[in-house]
């Protein structure tokens, strides 16, 4: 197949896929999607769960699959459109639901246990002596049975009472004993109940508490809270510290009761209140009929004539995770042999309609086969959403734009076509995110935007290398073919060890970041295509025509100054300046530290703005602490454009279930909120999300030291850890330094500069390898010099290219954009420099110090009067560059050599490096001995460490075993 051809083929493909790209993206196509949006873009409610065992389940693939089955149930329940709610690590759930408002009632509705229990109440609620007292009325609470009153006792006597109580072991036990975090001293309970005493302490630490002691109640026994109306926030309160012992015997589970149903009480006798009624199965119906007979023969034992039957009716309570929901009676009279249940029942317990619904919902879908603990929350109003969707679409746009006009303005005709494939590969990436689908969050469009700065970067690598071939006297085809030959191999590894940090950090992240990873990772493959094949195609369709025709058009004409320094001779400087950096770094993180954010310590933040008031951030910090909250800290926002001139943000110490309901308390003080949004993250998320950045790094570390290994030798990959780490302390430093907070943004962005720093570091270590068998009569420090002189325009060409649309993110992004952005501003410029100028130096001592590089150093050190220069001379043996570029010939008949696949000025160079480590050639010496004169003194001993000189050396022609071609009549070239 020609070139012709296979141009033609490729240039054909890409529009194809540029049509179909555009039928996915125009709305209105046949083929069109739509575009799947995060809620930190849509706005709603992000939930993460942590699984526990019960004494029914253990935490298995099996049984969290049932419970995310569940899950999804309860969420379409509650009508949220498009739901995600997928695992996330070995136990942890991750839910999210778009335009939900409400984080509190979400949390309720979708991650309660909802184990809902039927107990016989006065053979189950027990006294001061562990025992059942169906006949006390101090105990039972009478006709006032489950409220608050007669019976109940404060929560922390209830624990402390029921955990001297013996343990019974029956097989119905719920439970295998709970533990509870108190604070003896104020008496009160501070935490749980959780099954052990680790979970306890970590559910203390999640809601910021710190109990004196942890208090274990046997199995066998459960403390529910008193039953209260949910519309009467004074009887709430009440019951908000009234607790009963129950006797963990229970009678009906919810897996005996089916078709629960919201209703109203409109039936004989009834009061219109909503009720919750259900029907029972065939197992169920029998126990139902056996309980509330029991229930109605105890009493009819007491029933006297002319007795009010009511005021003798025993009750049975309905117990749903630790909670009465109600405590009804069977009266002895109307029902003196029980329920049968073959018509249902109902549960009528002060529900409002929404309460009604939720109970009913909770009861279809069953009870979650294992425990739940919310360990992360965020919510993010649509105000906020669309904000940060309209900023992050600008620092886009605005990046994009910066980067075509570079290329446009540094690469002209070959920047026109560098243009045309970011917009092909822009077209294609939309309708790859459509057609995955992608969702796109905030750290996607960063990984998005980034991607921009990958594709330029390819190009520019090889525009520069034809630029460099073209100089060296090709003619333009010849040189386009040659520079995308040789800057295939550099682009490739580093975009390969780009796409392996991106999958490392999708693999190990949390979701937040999983999104910026993914779009990163597909971005640098879809660029490849883009910036590699799709440019190549289009030069060589274009290399005969009048555009590129001239080395000017492709911004590759004399090369005015070049780089001439002695960077190896100054490595001693650039080590002293980054050690002091480095120590300056390394005091302020010692001093100072890293202000992690509650990502790591856990806590909660949120921000709001007010429709109509502007309250204080002393009046917000006093209603927040009248509602239960210790120590919240308020303060104003500035210059957040997102919640605008009146925007405060509050932190505190509380996470979980409690801070759910922040927003609740702020809107019955202060009205409406106009944007709200709120992070909570427990300690075992933030516990997490740090192993997972170590884990990430160190595998990062690990991956890109074997690549490197594996493609040059293993003593180039020590330089390169020696520069990552570089650049990892630098930026940590910058952050102890300015105080900035050290978030997940920030970590995705770490990972990141590993793999950018290592963009450069190829760069330079790939021109070594292509020099060392180049120069062999070199020594290192030349070959690297002169490497370096050679890349060192194409390295800053690609960082400055890179740090454009990061550039745009820190102007024009919202605030976890802007996260992304430093991290990745002060990384990328770190990771420029130390790869050139502490990578390649690193590599050049340590070469240096190998036998056959000794060898070289001395040998020109002798021959230059004790120094060796800072780069190679003809002297040496090495070719010496020209004062100018040679001029393509334009010349059918003169081209370069086709079967050497080099220029004349290339193969010169050739000729004038070859060289051995060995001694002289034995073809040489033959013919010395051969010519000699019997009288002339013999040779001198040669060498063996030298090496050979320029005029020993003797050029065979290969043999050809190949078949002689046929004559190229229109070249005329003789064979």
Same mark, same amino acid.
């Given at each position: 197949m020609t070139d012709r051809r296979r141009n033609l083929i490729i240039l054909s493909l890409v529009a194809a896929l540029l049509v179909a790209s555009l039928a996915v993206i125009i709305p209105g196509s046949p083929l069109s999607k739509?575009?799947?949006?995060?809620?930190?873009?849509?706005?709603?409610?992000?939930?993460?769960?942590?699984?526990?065992?019960?004494?029914?389940?253990?935490?298995?693939?099996?049984?969290?699959? #049932?419970?995310?089955?569940?899950?999804?149930?309860?969420?379409?329940?509650?009508?949220?459109?498009?739901?995600?709610?997928?695992?996330?690590?070995?136990?942890?759930?991750?839910?999210?639901?778009?335009?939900?408002?409400?984080?509190?009632?979400?949390?309720?509705?979708?991650?309660?246990?909802?184990?809902?229990?039927?107990?016989?109440?006065?053979?189950?609620?027990?006294?001061?002596?562990?025992?059942?007292?169906?006949?006390?009325?101090?105990?039972?609470?009478?006709?006032?049975?489950?409220?608050?009153?007669?019976?109940?006792?404060?929560?922390?006597?209830?624990?402390?009472?029921?955990?001297?109580?013996?343990?019974?072991?029956?097989?119905?036990?719920?439970?295998?004993?709970?533990?509870?975090?108190?604070?003896?001293?104020?008496?009160?309970?501070?935490?749980?109940?959780?099954?052990?005493?680790?979970?306890?302490?970590?559910?203390?630490?999640?809601?910021?508490?710190?109990?004196?002691?942890?208090?274990?109640?046997? #199995?066998?026994?459960?403390?529910? #809270?008193?039953?209260?109306?949910?519309?009467?926030?004074?009887?709430?309160?009440?019951?908000?510290?009234?607790?009963?012992?129950?006797?963990?015997?229970?009678?009906?589970?919810?897996?005996?009761?089916?078709?629960?149903?919201?209703?109203?009480?409109?039936?004989?006798?009834?009061?219109?209140?909503?009720?919750?009624?259900f029907d029972f199965t065939s197992a169920g119906q029998k126990k139902w009929q056996k309980t509330t007979r029991a229930i109605a023969q105890r009493g009819a034992d007491q029933l006297l004539p002319g007795v009010d039957s009511t005021a003798v009716a025993n009750h049975f309570a309905i117990v749903l995770d630790g909670r009465l929901i109600s405590v009804p009676y069977i009266d002895p009279r109307q029902n003196p042999d029980g329920i049968d249940g073959s018509n249902g029942s109902q549960i009528s317990g002060n529900f409002t309609i929404k309460s009604a619904q939720r109970l009913a919902n909770l009861i279809k879908t069953g009870a979650l086969p294992i425990k739940l603990e919310l360990i992360s929350q965020s919510q993010v109003s649509a105000t906020l959403g669309q904000q940060a969707l309209h900023q992050g679409l600008i620092a886009g746009i605005v990046g994009f734009a910066i980067v075509a006009l570079f290329l446009l303005a540094f690469y002209r005709i070959l920047g026109v076509i560098a243009v045309l494939a970011l917009f092909v590969y822009a077209i294609y990436f939309f309708a790859l995110i459509k057609l995955i689908p992608i969702t796109m969050t905030l750290p996607g469009i960063a990984g998005l935007i980034l991607t921009i700065g990958v594709a330029a970067d390819a190009n520019i690598v090889i525009f520069e290398r034809v630029k460099e071939e073209i100089r060296a006297g090709r003619s333009v085809p010849a040189g386009i073919a040659q520079g995308y030959k040789k800057g295939i191999a550099a682009i490739i590894d580093a975009n390969v060890v780009t796409f392996m940090v991106a999958f490392i950090l999708f693999v190990l992240a949390t979701a937040g970041v999983k999104g910026f990873a993914f779009t990163l990772g597909i971005g640098t493959l879809t660029s490849l295509f883009t910036a590699v094949l799709a440019t190549q195609a289009t030069l060589g369709t274009m290399q005969r025509s009048r555009w590129i025709s001239h080395p000017a058009a492709l911004g590759a004409g004399e090369t005015k100054r070049r780089w001439t320094q002695d960077f190896m001779g100054a490595s001693k400087w650039f080590f002293s300046m980054s050690g002091v950096i480095l120590l300056i770094g390394a005091l302020a993180i010692g001093g100072k530290g890293l202000n992690f954010g509650i990502d790591f310590e856990s806590g909660t933040r949120a921000k709001v703005a007010f429709v109509q008031q502007t309250p204080s951030e002393n009046q917000v910090g006093s209603a927040l602490r009248a509602a239960g909250f210790n120590n919240p800290e308020v303060q104003k926002v500035k210059g957040d454009k997102e919640l605008g001139a009146n925007g405060l943000q509050i932190s505190l110490g509380e996470t979980g279930q409690k801070a759910a309901g922040v927003e609740r308390v702020l809107t019955s003080r202060f009205g409406a909120t106009r944007a709200y949004q709120a992070d909570s993250i427990g300690p075992t998320f933030g516990k997490t999300v740090a192993s997972s950045a170590i884990k990430a790094i160190i595998a990062s570390l690990l991956v890109i030291s074997l690549y490197i290994a594996l493609r040059f030798e293993w003593k180039f990959a020590v330089p390169v850890l020696i520069a990552l780490m570089h650049d990892l302390l630098i930026t940590a430093g910058v952050y102890s330094l300015t105080g900035r907070e050290v978030t997940t943004s920030t970590v995705a962005a770490l990972l990141t500069i590993l793999g950018y720093s290592l963009y450069d570091t190829i760069i330079v270590f790939d021109r070594i390898r292509e020099n060392i068998p180049?120069?062999?009569?070199?020594?290192?420090?030349?070959?690297?010099?002169?490497?370096?002189?050679?890349?060192?325009?194409?390295?800053?060409?690609?960082?400055?290219?890179?740090?454009?649309?990061?550039?745009?993110?820190?102007?024009?992004?919202?605030?976890?954009?802007?996260?992304?952005?430093?991290?990745?501003?002060?990384?990328?410029?770190?990771?420029?420099?130390?790869?050139?100028?502490?990578?390649?130096?690193?590599?050049?001592?340590?070469?240096?110090?190998?036998?056959?590089?000794?060898?070289?150093?001395?040998?020109?050190?002798?021959?230059?009067?004790?120094?060796?220069?800072?780069?190679?001379?003809?002297?040496?043996?090495?070719t010496v560059d020209p004062k100018g570029p040679q001029r393509p010939s334009r010349r059918i008949t003169t081209p370069d050599d086709p079967e050497r696949g080099v220029s004349k000025r290339e193969f010169d160079e050739l000729v004038a490096d070859i060289a051995h480590e060995t001694a002289p050639?034995?073809?040489?010496?033959?013919? #010395?001995?051969?010519?000699?004169?019997?009288?002339?003194?013999?040779?001198?001993?040669?060498?063996?460490?030298?090496?050979?000189?320029?005029?020993?050396?003797?050029?065979?022609?290969?043999?050809?075993?190949?078949?002689?071609?046929?004559?190229?009549?229109?070249?005329?070239?003789?064979?």
């Open positions: 739509p575009t799947r949006q995060g809620l930190d873009l849509k706005g709603g409610v992000s939930l993460v769960y942590q699984a526990k065992p019960t004494r029914f389940a253990k935490v298995t693939s099996d049984s969290i699959n #049932r419970t995310m089955d569940i899950m999804r149930q309860r969420v379409d329940n509650l009508g949220v459109a498009e739901p995600e709610i997928q695992r996330s690590g070995s136990d942890q759930i991750d839910v999210s639901l778009p335009d939900v408002k409400n984080a509190d009632q979400a949390q309720q509705q979708v991650g309660t246990t909802a184990q809902l229990l039927f107990y016989d109440w006065e053979k189950s609620v027990l006294g001061p002596d562990g025992k059942s007292h169906p006949l006390d009325t101090a105990v039972t609470g009478g006709q006032q049975a489950g409220q608050p009153g007669a019976g109940t006792q404060t929560y922390y006597e209830a624990v402390k009472r029921a955990s001297k109580f013996p343990a019974t072991n029956e097989p119905d036990d719920t439970t295998n004993g709970l533990v509870y975090g108190v604070d003896d001293k104020a008496k009160t309970v501070l935490c749980g109940p959780q099954e052990t005493v680790a979970d306890a302490t970590e559910a203390c630490q999640t809601a910021g508490k710190k109990p004196t002691s942890y208090v274990n109640v046997p #199995r066998g026994y459960i403390i529910v #809270r008193a039953e209260a109306d949910d519309n009467d926030k004074a009887a709430q309160a009440t019951a908000a510290d009234a607790y009963f012992i129950l006797k963990d015997d229970p009678a009906l589970l919810g897996t005996d009761i089916k078709n629960p149903e919201q209703n109203v009480d409109n039936g004989a006798g009834g009061n219109g209140q909503p009720t919750v009624t180049r120069m062999p009569r070199a020594a290192f420090t030349q070959i690297v010099n002169r490497s370096m002189s050679e890349v060192l325009t194409r390295s800053l060409a690609t960082s400055f290219c890179t740090l454009l649309p990061i550039t745009a993110l820190l102007f024009f992004g919202g605030a976890t954009l802007k996260d992304f952005a430093f991290a990745l501003l002060i990384g990328v410029i770190s990771g420029a420099y130390s790869s050139v100028f502490i990578a390649s130096p690193v590599l050049a001592h340590w070469k240096e110090r190998e036998e056959v590089y000794r060898r070289r150093r001395l040998r020109i050190a002798e021959e230059s009067g004790g120094i060796v220069p800072a780069y190679a001379t003809a002297g040496h043996g090495i050639s034995s073809v040489a010496s033959k013919t #010395r001995r051969k010519d000699a004169e019997p009288e002339q003194e013999p040779e001198p001993t040669p060498d063996p460490t030298a090496d050979a000189a320029p005029e020993d050396l003797v050029l065979k022609e290969p043999k050809r075993d190949k078949p002689k071609r046929a004559r190229n009549k229109r070249h005329g070239r003789p064979r």
